[in-house]
């Protein structure tokens, strides 16, 4: 049974960093594309970043490039999503995402975040002071 767990999530003050973990169960990461994506109350849910399975490549959203990074472990099938100069507008529900992508390669961060298969439950992040 595939499952997605997040973790890491909190309280921060504006300025601080938090490091998310998405632990993958039930299939190995090496052969799945895996995204971050993020619902603020009342907002449709965003794509932040995305990691490709065939070369690695990583994809942001314009609000975050810069101050988040993605990656993974393949290893400990978890991928990370380490946020620095947290802003209040990045308060939300972050959720990992995984489809299964063998010699896919993508040309933005769109293509990279669509038809995601499968959904962690999410991890709550408030940025705040």
């Known amino acids: 049974q595939v499952q997605l767990v997040e973790s890491g999530g909190g309280l921060v003050q504006p300025g601080g960093s938090l490091r998310l973990s998405c632990a993958a169960s039930?299939?190995?990461?090496?052969?799945?594309?895996i995204g971050w994506f993020r619902q603020a109350p009342g907002t449709e849910r965003e794509g932040v970043s995305c990691i490709s399975s065939s070369d690695g490549r990583e994809y942001y959203a314009e609000s975050v490039k810069g101050r988040f990074t993605i990656s993974r472990d393949n290893a400990k099938n978890t991928v990370y999503l380490q946020m620095n100069s947290l802003k209040p507008e990045d308060t939300a529900v972050y959720y990992c995402?995984?489809?299964?992508?063998?010699?896919?390669?993508?040309?933005?961060?769109?293509?990279?975040?669509?038809?995601?298969?499968?959904w962690g439950k999410g991890t709550p992040v408030t940025v705040s002071s």
């Open positions: 995402a995984a489809k299964e992508a063998f010699r896919v390669y993508y040309g933005d961060a769109k293509s990279c975040l669509q038809n995601m298969e499968d």
């Open positions: 039930g299939f190995t990461l090496d052969y799945y594309t």
